[in-house]
């Protein structure tokens, strides 16, 4: 019974390149999230979907971020113009919906030199 | 403005010890409050987690005490076991018609042998 599955599991950009992460949520989940881990800031939530309609976009920074969720089956997180404060952890979460009980994947390790 | 707060920041017992992790939250609308573990390299794991309306729950060596009168809880961990030296995360749901969990900045638990 696989997890939540993101791709690629690391990611090296040079500054000013853009970079596209996935997430494919747990069959039957209808709710997919984002959120971000660095050292200073901790995990801050991003955005999330159900059903993919996007719900709650308030932790994306309002430039360079977005999400989007073309089918259930997977979500995508794109950073155009990456920076190096853009460097951490992005993780995705799926939820089967009835109550909020997210289950995290493995994450992806962002580095923008 | 930290809404979620841990303590300690780090804790080391011994093996077979109970240690005894600590989480206060200031918005008293938050209702959900699931606990997840994180290794090196991993996604943060769901753990355990409780609902307001409850004082206590337990899942084999884990059990959460909630007081809702003080906004504070704290997880338990009997017979700790070096497998379970971890960083360990109190979230909170924001419960304002998103499912976006708030969390702590973490406690790094190292189990000696």
């Known amino acids: 019974n696989a997890g939540v599955i993101q791709t690629p599991r690391h990611k090296v950009t040079g500054k000013g390149q853009e970079a596209t992460l996935w997430c494919e949520p747990i069959?039957?989940?209808?709710?997919v999230f984002w959120y971000r881990q660095t050292i200073v800031q901790g995990l801050e939530f991003l955005t999330y979907?159900?059903?993919?309609?996007?719900?709650?976009d308030s932790g994306m920074p309002k430039e360079r971020f977005s999400a989007q969720m073309p089918n259930q089956s997977h979500s995508t997180l794109k950073i155009q113009s990456t920076q190096p404060q853009d460097s951490a952890v992005y993780l995705c979460?799926?939820?089967?919906?009835?109550?909020?009980?997210?289950?995290f994947g493995p994450g992806t390790r962002l580095l923008v030199l | 403005q930290q809404q979620v707060r841990q303590s300690p920041q780090s804790l080391t017992v011994w093996e077979g010890e109970t240690a005894i992790l600590n989480c206060s939250y200031e918005n008293s609308a938050f209702d959900y409050f699931p606990w997840y573990q994180q290794f090196p390299g991993e996604g943060p794991a769901l753990l355990i987690a409780?609902?307001?309306?409850?004082d206590k729950k337990e899942d084999g060596g884990f059990t959460i005490f909630f007081n809702k009168r003080e906004k504070n809880l704290s997880l338990h961990i009997k017979d700790s076991q070096p497998g379970d030296s971890a960083t360990y995360f109190c979230?909170?749901?924001?419960?304002?018609?998103?499912?976006?969990?708030?969390f702590g900045s973490g406690t790094q638990l190292t189990v000696m042998p």
């Open positions: 979230a909170a749901d924001a419960s304002s018609g998103s499912w976006q969990l708030i």
């Open positions: 069959s039957g989940h209808s709710a």
């Open positions: 409780i609902r307001s309306v409850s």
């Open positions: 979907f159900r059903n993919q309609a996007p719900i709650d």
């Open positions: 979460a799926s939820s089967p919906g009835q109550v909020n009980t997210q289950y």
